[in-house]
């Protein structure tokens, strides 16, 4: 498998807090560049629809589980499909190629003050040849508050363009919480869906308090490596 991920970011406008956090940015990206090649144990089967042929579901009942009942099956598949009965009749190769889901993603963000930002992303399938896979897109639209020991954001997504859901963000010094889908995970949607959500615990490395005081009395150049403890 080769992929590569390729993006831009450009910044203007005030420097916001001790971060120097341009007060408008804009993002470009293409996300998984590249493809999968399968070779020597893999195989391209091709079956045709023919008329008047059953397929008994009897026949398919395996002993084995999973990918060992595979070539068991491709084999049935087969006697059923084929007219000359041939077990092997559907294999055309062991070399194909996947492309990877390809992605461009399209990203705003501006920055309130210090502590409150705003945020947008599309995210577009762009898939390269038709053997591509495909990942899910969409449009996110993010809110946060984020202080030293504390913060949290909601967000609105329209998932594939037509799922609307509410997502929320929530932490307290090392410790997070969140979800994608409020619907459907906190609150019932009325019909069967599936929920999602995570935790996590999240350290920074400290620096001592005097050299975080004595760095903010000057103002830091736009490359400075500076990282403060918690700021997300």
Request: proline share 3%; charged share 25%; hydrophobic share 35%.
């Amino acid at each position: 498998m080769r992929g590569v991920d390729l993006g831009v970011t450009y910044g203007t406008g005030d420097l916001i807090g001790p971060n120097d956090i341009p007060q408008l940015t804009f993002g470009l990206a293409v996300l998984d560049i590249g493809g999968i090649r399968f070779d020597e144990t893999s195989e391209i089967h091709r079956f045709a629809a023919q008329p008047n042929r059953v397929i008994d579901g009897e026949n398919y009942e395996f002993e084995q589980d999973g990918l060992e009942a595979l070539p068991t099956a491709i084999e049935q598949l087969n006697r059923d499909i084929n007219q000359d009965g041939a077990t092997r009749g559907s294999l055309e190769g062991n070399d194909f190629a996947l492309g990877l889901p390809m992605r461009t993603a399209l990203t705003i963000s501006y920055q309130v003050d210090e502590a409150v930002g705003f945020d947008g992303r599309l995210m577009l399938n762009t898939p390269l040849g038709p053997n591509a896979l495909r990942a899910s897109q969409g449009v996110t639209a993010n809110a946060r508050f984020s202080k030293w020991w504390y913060g949290g954001s909601v967000s609105m997504s329209f998932h594939e363009f037509r799922e609307f859901n509410l997502g929320l963000y929530l932490r307290a010094g090392p410790l997070y919480f969140g979800t994608d889908r409020i619907f459907g995970t906190i609150l019932s949607k009325g019909r069967a869906a599936a929920g999602d959500f995570y935790v996590g615990f999240r350290l920074h490395a400290f620096k001592k308090r005097s050299d975080r005081d004595r760095r903010s009395k000057r103002r830091r150049s736009r490359g400075s490596r500076y990282n403060e403890c918690y700021q997300f």
